[in-house]
């Protein structure tokens, strides 16, 4: 595995992602991705996350100033 396929098959393996078939406006075949709500909820503990890291960094940096 390699790329952005990687990364779809994993969060679809965890369920935060699905995948279904379409077609292109050229009328291929594609696989597309809808985010589910197992999805959202992982992004919003990541975010909260985020804000918690950003903000122990940013006190350390101003404490050392």
């Known amino acids: 595995l390699h790329g952005a396929f990687c990364y779809y098959y994993y969060h679809e393996k965890n369920g935060y992602v699905e995948s279904y078939d ?3 406006e050229n ?3 594609r696989t597309y991705y ?3 709500d197992l999805g ?3 992004y919003q503990e990541k975010c909260e996350e985020w ?3 950003k903000e122990v960094v940013e006190y350390f940096i101003e ?3």
């Open 22 to 24: 379409g077609y292109a």
């Open 27 to 29: 009328g291929k075949r």
């Open 34 to 36: 809808r985010v589910t």
């Open 40 to 42: 959202r909820q992982y």
């Open 51 to 53: 804000i918690l890291t």
């Open 63 to 65: 404490r050392d100033k």
